[in-house]
């Protein structure tokens, strides 16, 4: 019946009827019997018979009482009723059922309006959204080349399965999160859950996910980029040091962090830590009077960075402790001042 009702579904996509729905009775549906084929919008009445839709058995369906139009909520659950949720361009079929993640990308392509080109726009339009309630809500304005890289890495994950709801809100993370190291800014993973309106203050399962593909040669996204330049370019952007002017501060700073790694200083504190502690130590002791008027407090420096201010003092430190033996040579080839710590 499952082979039968998938054959259905790829002739009606082949032959333009792809916008029609096909309907089951509730009991077959519910009972997990074969593959079958349901639209992708869900509202309070019935498309078909305006019947009254009740909610199903997982909190992710709508059954009509009447006519037994199964509907599944596609980037959201249903009594999220504030999550952000794509504009349909084109009326979509969906199989559901056992082994419908298999059979889906088949049905896709086999639709001339589910071009990747179309998916991307899709995935985009989506992450648009996410970004403007993020900002709505008082959160930062990520930039929007990085929901474009992220919509071209999901879309290589849209080539392999289907994914829905939360699992696909947690993978659209990840993307975001590898997109926004590739272009060089670093947000924590507790802001990028928040921008994709998740449970969790995480995204380990979306990590996961997209790192099952990578070693399976299914996806190209550099999963194991280093952090540390843009945690850095992050921080000065914190402090409102942009630009090529404070280049060559950001390199001492970089030249610090390695030098720790190296070396095994600070191995307590986490690499946004290191950071931190990195660049009060380097522009506390910058001497140019033109990048730096004057250097800040621990305190101002702490509230401005939004990090806290023992996690920092436990860094700077160490960076005081071992500075003859490592991190001299570091602020000398900086030009910066050399002095001894008191």
Do not use: W
Not at 80 to 100: E, F
């Amino acid at each position: 019946f499952g082979a039968l009702g998938f054959s259905f579904g790829a002739a009606l996509a082949a032959s333009g009827l792809a916008g029609s729905a096909v309907f089951a009775p509730p009991g077959v549906y519910l009972g997990g019997h074969g593959a079958l084929l349901a639209p992708e919008t869900a509202g309070d009445d019935c498309a078909q018979c305006g019947a009254q839709m009740c909610r199903g058995t997982n909190d992710l369906e709508y059954v009509c009482g009447g006519c037994g139009l199964v509907v599944e909520g596609d980037t959201a659950e249903p009594d999220d009723d504030d999550a952000p949720r794509a504009a349909p361009n084109t009326a979509r079929l969906r199989i559901v059922g056992p082994k419908s993640n298999q059979l889906q990308p088949d049905l896709y392509r086999s639709s001339a309006g589910n071009t990747a080109a179309t998916q991307k726009k899709q995935i985009y339009e989506e992450y648009c959204m996410y970004r403007a309630r993020y900002i709505e809500a008082g959160g930062q304005a990520f930039p929007l080349n990085a929901c474009k890289l992220a919509s071209d890495s999901y879309n290589e994950v849209q080539r392999q399965c289907v994914k829905r709801s939360q699992n696909k809100k947690a993978i659209m993370a990840a993307c975001f999160y590898h997109a926004c190291l590739e272009i060089g800014f670093s947000p924590t993973k507790p802001e990028v859950a928040a921008f994709m309106q998740l449970p969790s203050k995480g995204i380990a399962r979306g990590a996961n996910f997209v790192r099952s593909l990578v070693a399976d040669g299914k996806m190209d996204v550099d999963i194991n980029a280093d952090p540390c330049r843009p945690e850095i370019t992050t921080l000065f952007a914190h402090l409102g040091l942009e630009g090529d002017a404070y280049a060559g501060l950001r390199a001492a700073v970089f030249d610090v962090v390695q030098t720790a790694d190296l070396n095994h200083i600070g191995t307590s504190s986490i690499l946004r830590s290191k950071v931190a502690g990195a660049t009060f130590v380097v522009l506390r002791r910058c001497v140019d009077r033109e990048l730096v008027p004057k250097p800040m407090g621990l305190q101002e420096f702490c509230q401005k960075c939004s990090i806290r201010k023992n996690t920092v003092e436990r860094f700077t430190h160490e960076l005081e402790e071992y500075h003859h033996s490592y991190f001299a040579q570091c602020y000398a080839k900086a030009r910066l001042d050399t002095t001894p710590p008191r």
